[in-house]
């Protein structure tokens, strides 16, 4: 066996141990090679989870602002009810 390509999963690297230990001619640093396109998978999803983050905590900020501009947008409504309640009404101020 001139190499053995595999992913980066613990039991390959058993396994790479095995089959030194079975074939004299098997060095295994040397005849191991983790698949390139396995590592360049595990790197994207990483970059692409700082981007998720990013993304969560903008949601959030606009989340919340909407509910402050719902809850400004109520006392609105509420005071302008009042006012309308109030209008015919003469009221004597202390």
Do not use: W
């Not at 959030?60 to 719902?70: G, V």
């Amino acid at each position: 066996i001139l190499s053995v390509t595999c992913d980066n999963a613990s039991v390959n690297n058993v396994m790479i141990e095995e089959l030194k230990d079975l074939l004299t001619a098997f060095l295994r640093p040397a005849n191991q090679t983790q698949c390139f396109a396995h590592i360049v998978n595990l790197v994207a999803k990483s970059l692409l989870k700082l981007f998720d983050t990013l993304k969560k905590s903008a949601m959030a900020s606009l989340d919340d602002l909407e509910n402050k501009s719902n809850a400004s947008v109520a006392q609105y409504r509420l005071e302008h009810e009042l006012q309308d309640l109030t209008e015919g009404i003469d009221v004597e101020e202390a």
